[in-house]
Structures are given as C-alpha cells and as structure tokens.
C-alpha cells in the first residue's frame, strides 16, 4: 500500500469553527508532513513529524496545532482560522535514516475554505 | 522557504514533442527531486537525483544536475496529453526538508 490518505476531500469553515485535518498512511514511513498550497504556488512546510515527534515547525501561528498519535495518523487541528488560511492542505510521509534519500509520498489534499 | 526557482513557468508543446525545464537553487542540498502535480491534486514524485550524480533516466524523463552551477533540467521526451500538469523540482538540503521551486505548468496540446 503505497497511498496517503487524507479525509476530509473538502472542509469550509467560519473564522469561529474548530476543525481537524486528518492523515494516514500504512507504509511503515516514520516522517509525516504537513504543507500548505496556495493557487498557483508551490507547497510550503508547515510541520515535520520524525517517530511521532514534532521536529520542525516552521514558524506557523499556534492556530494551527499538529498532532501524531501514532505511527500512521497525523491530524492538524485547526481553531479561529482566517480567510487567508484556506488553500490546499497536503500531507506527506517519507522513510527516516536514509542519508539523501527522502522520497516524500503525497496524499491528495484538503480544499480549506475559510469563511 | 523557497530555494529553488524554475524556469520556464509556463511551457505548451503539441503532444509527441519534448518538454524541457529547468530548475536552479542556492545551497547546497544532499539530493534534489522533481515532483508532477495534476490540477489541485497532490504531488507525484518522479525521480530523485542525488547530489554525487549527474544524469539519472526514468521511463521518459531525464534529470541532470550540475551542482557546480546549482542548476537540474527535467526533460520528458515524446510527451502524452497526460502530462498536463505543473512540475515542481524540490531541493533537499537534510534528511527532512524539501523547499520547492516556484514550478513549470506543462500543457501538452493533441
């Protein structure tokens, strides 16, 4: 099984919601991504999960809130979103311990549409 | 960040022509990959091209990196109305962090 799975597909939701993202992947993969896409631009990390262990943040405000409960699942748990917050929400995932080796594999994204 | 710039960033070709692009970054990176990615759609990696290689082959693509200029090219040869879509190169500079360019939207007209 070679395949990210991300649910939901799409979400809209008001500057006032709470909300989750959620990730899976069953290819044994002990680092998990979390990236952001706005139209027309290329991805951006936002999260790096490495043995369900967040090791990179790259500086996303605390309304954004990762987490790893266990080897296959990510969530990103989202609260008092802004309407710049919607874009295409990619998770990935990608071996550990293989110097220059680091294949990410991509799910198919969530549409966010903050309103 | 955004390390890697790409160029063209758009490119149109008739089906069955070549479709060269190229990428180029600015530290130096353990490998560099390039990624395909289908109208809102998650990526696809294509091939990966380690920092000691030169050329590398995949089916109809063929990636070379020159490191001394921090440049790669991604050509995909006899190209199919499939390959619709936007090319990304991403760069490595650790085991964890890909910094992606800025991409190549890639029409192939029948």
């Known amino acids: 099984d070679t395949e990210v799975t991300q649910t939901p597909k799409h979400l809209v939701m008001g500057m006032t919601n709470k909300k989750s993202l959620k990730c899976e992947q069953h290819?044994?993969?002990?680092?998990m991504y979390w990236y952001k896409q706005k139209a027309k631009k290329p991805p951006e990390l936002m999260f790096v999960y490495s043995y369900e262990k967040l090791s990179i943040n790259e500086s996303v405000p605390s309304r954004f809130s990762p987490e790893c409960p266990n080897s296959s699942l990510l969530n990103l748990h989202l609260h008092a979103l802004q309407p710049e917050d919607s874009a295409l929400y990619l998770c990935?995932?990608?071996?550990?311990?293989?110097?220059?080796?680091?294949?990410?594999?991509f799910g198919p994204g969530t549409r966010l549409t903050v309103t | 960040s955004q390390q890697g710039e790409e160029d063209p960033q758009a490119l149109s070709i008739q089906e069955g022509e070549n479709a060269t692009m190229n990428c180029s970054y600015k530290?130096?990176?353990?490998?560099l990959q390039w990624y395909r990615q289908n109208s809102g759609r998650g990526l696809v990696h294509l091939i990966l091209?380690?920092?000691?290689?030169r050329e590398k082959h995949s089916g109809r693509l063929r990636v070379t990196l020159d490191t001394s200029k921090k440049s790669s090219s991604l050509l995909i040869t006899a190209s199919r109305a499939a390959d619709t879509a936007s090319y990304f190169c991403?760069?490595?500079?650790?085991?964890?962090?890909?910094?992606f360019g800025a991409g190549t939207t890639v029409t192939v007209r029948a």
């Open positions: 990935a995932s990608s071996h550990l311990g293989l110097a220059g080796s680091n294949e990410q594999y």
């Open positions: 991403a760069t490595a500079p650790d085991d964890y962090k890909l910094s």
């Open positions: 290819m044994g993969h002990r680092a």
């Open positions: 091209i380690r920092s000691n290689e």
């Open positions: 530290t130096s990176i353990n490998n």
